[in-house]
């Protein structure tokens, strides 16, 4: 009979590997990051040495009290000149707190994608029956992409510089009455 204690979930560590085989497993260098080249676990107190190496607080200063190097590049580096990496630390906190629902995801299989539902926008020849007039639906519009707008925008401004060069300058700027209309190019806005 096997020892309760000696299962394989007692050796099952999890490290950056978990993401092998999953759906997500563009995410294994991403948690490699995350964790300690020292202690290989997810940074604790993250410490941003000298030389720009990142460990966790406890296992930098361990290593700067035998033999002053950095444990990646060997470069001299004291204590002293150690500095908190806080953003890093959030970041780990964050992915650390998601790490299991994620995993969990990326273990679980997904639906084909015959299974998931069409999405709610429009067709191509759903947008031709709506120019057509075909469809009884009015109420909404078709969208315009970016680049047309900015060009009717474009254009609008155009045309009106072009009238404002045409149209005939007053002599006199004191000319203006209130409540007369004004010509602007080739038409006439009231005053208010």
């Given at each position: 009979m096997a020892n309760p204690n000696t299962s394989n979930e007692a050796y099952d560590v999890p490290d950056s590997t978990d993401w092998i085989g999953t759906s997500l497993s563009a995410l294994m260098p991403?948690?490699?990051?995350?964790?300690?080249?020292?202690?290989?676990?997810?940074?604790?107190?993250p410490m941003l040495t000298s030389c720009n190496h990142t460990f966790c607080s406890l296992c930098i200063r361990r290593c700067l009290s035998v033999d002053g190097k950095c444990p990646l590049c060997r470069a001299n580096d004291q204590e002293s000149k150690l500095r908190g990496n806080w953003a890093l630390r959030e970041v780990v906190d964050a992915f650390t707190k998601s790490r299991p629902a994620i995993l969990e995801f990326a273990r679980t299989p997904q639906q084909p994608l015959e299974a998931i539902p069409a999405s709610p926008k429009r067709t191509a020849s759903q947008m031709e029956d709506i120019e057509d007039g075909s469809n009884h639906n009015q109420s909404k519009r078709p969208r315009m992409s970016t680049r047309s707008s900015?060009?009717?925008?474009?254009?609008?401004?155009?045309?009106?510089?072009?009238?404002?060069?045409?149209?005939?300058?007053?002599?006199?700027?004191?000319?203006y009455e209130p409540g007369k209309a004004l010509s602007i190019g080739h038409h006439l806005v009231p005053c208010s």
């Open positions: 991403v948690e490699q990051t995350l964790r300690c080249h020292v202690c290989k676990d997810f940074y604790t107190s900015r060009t009717r925008g474009a254009e609008a401004t155009a045309t009106i510089m072009r009238e404002e060069v045409d149209a005939p300058e007053s002599k006199d700027p004191m000319d």
